[in-house]
């Protein structure tokens, strides 16, 4: 089947440490975000990538990170920078970030805790 | 900046009901416009994609039309049923291909 697959389901971060979340798409798409989705806010745009080896910040990349070494994946670290890290974390994908192919498909998503 | 509207933030009719839900957008220069559903805990499905050049989309129940001019969207569901309650994300698709969402609309479909 393919899709995006996101792990863990539950992460806890302990104050300090760094964190990395897991985005995996077997779709061939050339385009990955992420967003982060806070009750009563809406999802909002942390990073995205539009082709391999490069990618750029969104509205609230403070305090994380991503690399895209490979197509399929599209990691996010979640550093100790970030101070309020307690949130939903959605990964999505789209063939690629122009004109008629920016239909995104979402992971089922990874619930980051502070502890 | 493109901001997105949904209205109402909430809503609850009893099964049967046929159904509207309203997004609005300031920036009418986007790629395409799409309707998600979130179940709890979960992730995005993606209901209706309505690209720029189009005026709706049907699936089924669901009806998405698309006015760029007058900044609007609204997603018909037709005959509601209690596996319809969810919340209903509505994004527009900005200059990088990023989604800018909209805070939604849960809806609870009641038996």
């Known amino acids: 089947d393919g899709g995006i697959t996101q792990s863990p389901k539950y992460l806890f971060r302990k104050e300090g440490q760094n964190v990395t979340l897991s985005c995996e798409q077997n779709?061939?798409?050339?385009?990955m975000y992420w967003y982060r989705q806070d009750p009563g806010q809406g999802l909002r745009l942390i990073y995205y990538s539009q082709i391999v080896n490069d990618f750029q910040k969104g509205d609230i990349a403070e305090g994380y990170s991503v690399s895209r070494e490979k197509k399929e994946s599209f990691p996010l670290t979640v550093t100790s920078a970030q101070k309020n890290p307690t949130a939903f974390y959605l990964c999505?994908?789209?063939?690629?970030?122009?004109?008629?192919?920016?239909?995104?498909?979402f992971g089922q998503g990874t619930r980051l805790t502070v502890v | 900046k493109q901001e997105v509207t949904q209205i109402p933030a909430a809503l609850s009719v009893p099964e049967g009901e046929n159904l509207v839900l309203n997004c609005s957008f300031t920036?009418?220069?986007?790629?395409?416009l799409q309707w998600f559903r979130q179940d709890p805990g979960k992730g995005l499905t993606s209901l209706l994609l309505?690209?720029?050049?189009?005026r709706e989309q049907t699936s089924g129940r669901l009806n998405a039309s698309l006015d760029k001019s007058s900044g609007r969207s609204t997603l018909y569901i037709a005959a509601s049923q209690p596996g319809d309650s969810a919340t209903y994300l509505c994004a527009v698709t900005g200059s990088q291909g990023n989604l800018i969402f909209g805070k939604g609309t849960k809806l609870s479909v009641k038996p």
């Open positions: 920036d009418s220069a986007i790629y395409n």
């Open positions: 999505a994908s789209s063939i690629d970030s122009q004109g008629l192919n920016t239909e995104a498909f």
């Open positions: 309505i690209q720029s050049s189009q």
């Open positions: 779709l061939n798409h050339d385009a």
